[in-house]
C-alpha cells in the first residue's frame, strides 16, 4: 500500500490532494520552483524539495528531476495534480518504468482521450453521440469545404490536440474557412506542437455538462453525476454547480451511462470527467474527456460525500470500489466559485503582487480550498487562480444567497480579484433564474459592467460628518446640565473632538 505520495503540483490542489493524504496516514511530499519557496503547500507537506527556476518548462514539467525527488524521498507514489504532467501519457509511462505509482489513468488511456480525433473515433465507436463532424485532421480546403456543405454552417474548427480554447475558431460565412484553418492550426502548432485540426458542427446556445467518473482495475465504473459549467469567459469556466439547473431525471440517466461507455472504451481506472456539449433540447454529444482530477471537483464531493482524491489513491493501490452506482444520490445543491488575481474592470489583467490582507469566508455550507496568506507574494509565472470558494445548501436560491454571504465577507487587499465580478455574476436575473448557457458572459455585458460606488475613505467622511451634525443638534435641543451630566458631556465633548480631529 502507499505509504509516500510526491505531488507534482503546487498551490491549492498540491494541498487539497496532501490534506486526504494526511487523513490517510500518508506521508506527503513537496517539489517547488524558486519563486515558491515560501509557498503553502511547502510548509503543509511532510518534506520538500527545491526543482527548479520559476518557469514550468524548467520545474514543475521538468519530468527528470521530479522522478530524481521521488526516488530521494523514497516517495513511492507520485499525484500529478491537474495541469502540468496530469495528462502527460509519458510522464505516467515513466512513473511506471521506474515503479513508482502514477495516481492516475493508463498512458494509453490518456493518450487515446488527449488526441480529440482518436477519442472521437473511440466514442463512435463506443456507440457515445458525437457533435456530427471530420473523423480525420484536415489536409486540404477542398475536403473540408465539402464536409461543411454536408454539415452546414456555422461549424468550429477545432485542435486536435487542443484544450482550453486554444486552436479553436469559429466559421459563418464559407468564405472565412481559408483563414479560420490557417489560424487555428498556426495556434494549435505554438500551443501543442501540432498543428492538426478537424471540423465539428458548431451548436448554437450550447450547456456545457460534464460527468465525473471512477473505474477501478477490476473493470468497475460508475459516474458520480454531473457539474454545469456554462459559466464561461472565453471558454474558461467562471462558476460550476451541481446539480444542473437544465437537467432532467431521464436525461442525467442516459448521460450517466454515456459518460460510464465513454470511460469503459478505453478501460478507464482512476477518476475522470467526460465532458458533453448539451443543446436547449437536451440532446447531448461528446466534447472530451479529462483524464485527471478537475478543478472543479469539490462541488461534487460535497453533493455525492465521497473524497476523490482518496478514492484516486485507493484505486491506485488495486483496491475495488466500495460504491455501486444504485448506491449513489445527490443531495442538496453545491456551488463554485474561481478567484483569480485578476482585474475584472480593466480586461481582466493579471494582478500579481504581495497580499496585504485576507478575511476568508466562513460558516455553515462554505469550504475554501486556497494557498495564499498575508505577506505571501502571488507570483507571474503561473496560473493566477488563489483559491476556490464552495458553498452547499438544500437548494439552489439558498446556495446562492450563501455564496453571496460569503463573497461579501471574502476580502483581499494588495492585488485586484475577480471577487467583484462574481458578486455581479449573482445579481444577474438569467443566472438566479437558471436560464443560461455558455454564451451568458456575451449576453449580460449590461449587468456585469463595474459599477460606481463610494470609496471607503468617502464613506469614512460621510459617516462622520454626519455623526458630527448629529451631536451639534442634540446639544442645542439639551437642557442645562447637572453636575452628573456634567461630566458626561465632558466625555462626549471629548469624542466629538476626537472626530473633528480625524
Not at 460621510?462 to 442634540?474: G, L, M, P, R, W
Request: hydrophobic share 40%; aromatic share 8%.
Amino acid at each position: 500500500m502507499i505509504k509516500k505520495v510526491l505531488v507534482a503540483n503546487r498551490g491549492e490542489i498540491a494541498i487539497r490532494v496532501m490534506r486526504s493524504c494526511r487523513e490517510m496516514g500518508i506521508e506527503s511530499v513537496a517539489v517547488y520552483s524558486d519563486v515558491d519557496r515560501k509557498s503553502m503547500h511547502v510548509r503543509y507537506a511532510d518534506e520538500a524539495y527545491h526543482i527548479g527556476p520559476a518557469p514550468s518548462a524548467e520545474s514543475y514539467l521538468r519530468m527528470d528531476r521530479i522522478i530524481e525527488v521521488a526516488k530521494k524521498s523514497g516517495a513511492d507514489a507520485i499525484h500529478p495534480g491537474y495541469g502540468f504532467l496530469s495528462e502527460n501519457a509519458a510522464f505516467s509511462a515513466l512513473c511506471e518504468k521506474e515503479g513508482i505509482i502514477f495516481i492516475g489513468p493508463s498512458p494509453h488511456a490518456i493518450e487515446t482521450m488527449g488526441d480529440k480525433i482518436t477519442a472521437r473515433k473511440t466514442m463512435i465507436a463506443a456507440g457515445v453521440p458525437v457533435v456530427p463532424g471530420t473523423t480525420e485532421p484536415v489536409r486540404d480546403i477542398k475536403t473540408a469545404l465539402e464536409v461543411i456543405r454536408e454539415i452546414g454552417l456555422p461549424v468550429m474548427i477545432k485542435a486536435s490536440a487542443g484544450g482550453g480554447g486554444k486552436g479553436m475558431r469559429l466559421v459563418r460565412r464559407e468564405e472565412d474557412v481559408i483563414n479560420a484553418i490557417s489560424a487555428a492550426r498556426s495556434e494549435a502548432k505554438a500551443a501543442f506542437g501540432d498543428d492538426a485540426v478537424y471540423i465539428e458542427k458548431y451548436i448554437s446556445s450550447p450547456h456545457h455538462i460534464e460527468f465525473q467518473v471512477l473505474g477501478d482495475k477490476h473493470g468497475n465504473i460508475i459516474h458520480l453525476f454531473e457539474r454545469e459549467c456554462s459559466v464561461q469567459r472565453r471558454h474558461q469556466k467562471v462558476i460550476e454547480e451541481t446539480p444542473s439547473p437544465i437537467m432532467t431525471p431521464e436525461v442525467r440517466a442516459k448521460m450517466g451511462e454515456a459518460a460510464v461507455a465513454a470511460a469503459r472504451a478505453v478501460n478507464y481506472y482512476g477518476a475522470g470527467t467526460i465532458e458533453f456539449i448539451v443543446d436547449d433540447d437536451l440532446n447531448y454529444y461528446f466534447l472530451e474527456m479529462n483524464t485527471r482530477l478537475q478543478v472543479e471537483h469539490p462541488i461534487t464531493e460535497r453533493v455525492v460525500g465521497i473524497d476523490l482524491v482518496k478514492q484516486q489513491i485507493n484505486i491506485a493501490n488495486g483496491l475495488p470500489l466500495t460504491y455501486r452506482q444504485e448506491d449513489l444520490r445527490q443531495h442538496g445543491h453545491a456551488i463554485e466559485v474561481r478567484i483569480y488575481a485578476e482585474d475584472p474592470d480593466n480586461n481582466f489583467m493579471p494582478s500579481p503582487g504581495l497580499i496585504k490582507h485576507i478575511t476568508h469566508p466562513l460558516g455553515f455550507g462554505v469550504r475554501h480550498d486556497g494557498y495564499a496568506y498575508e505577506g505571501y507574494e502571488i507570483p507571474m509565472f503561473y496560473d493566477p487562480m488563489i483559491s476556490k470558494l464552495i458553498v452547499w445548501a438544500e437548494s439552489r436560491p439558498e446556495a446562492i444567497a450563501r455564496l453571496k454571504r460569503a463573497l461579501h465577507v471574502y476580502k483581499i487587499t494588495g492585488v485586484k480579484t475577480s471577487i467583484p465580478y462574481l458578486r455581479r455574476i449573482l445579481d444577474v436575473p438569467a443566472f438566479v433564474e437558471g436560464r443560461y448557457n455558455t454564451h451568458f458572459i456575451e449576453e449580460n455585458q449590461e449587468y456585469l459592467k463595474p459599477k460606481r460606488t463610494c470609496t471607503d475613505r468617502a464613506v469614512d467622511i460621510a459617516a462622520i460628518t454626519a455623526f458630527v451634525d448629529y451631536i451639534n443638534k442634540i446639544e442645542k435641543l439639551q437642557p442645562p446640565a447637572t453636575q452628573k451630566q456634567l461630566a458626561n458631556n465632558w466625555k462626549d465633548f471629548g469624542r466629538k473632538r476626537g472626530v473633528l480631529r480625524f
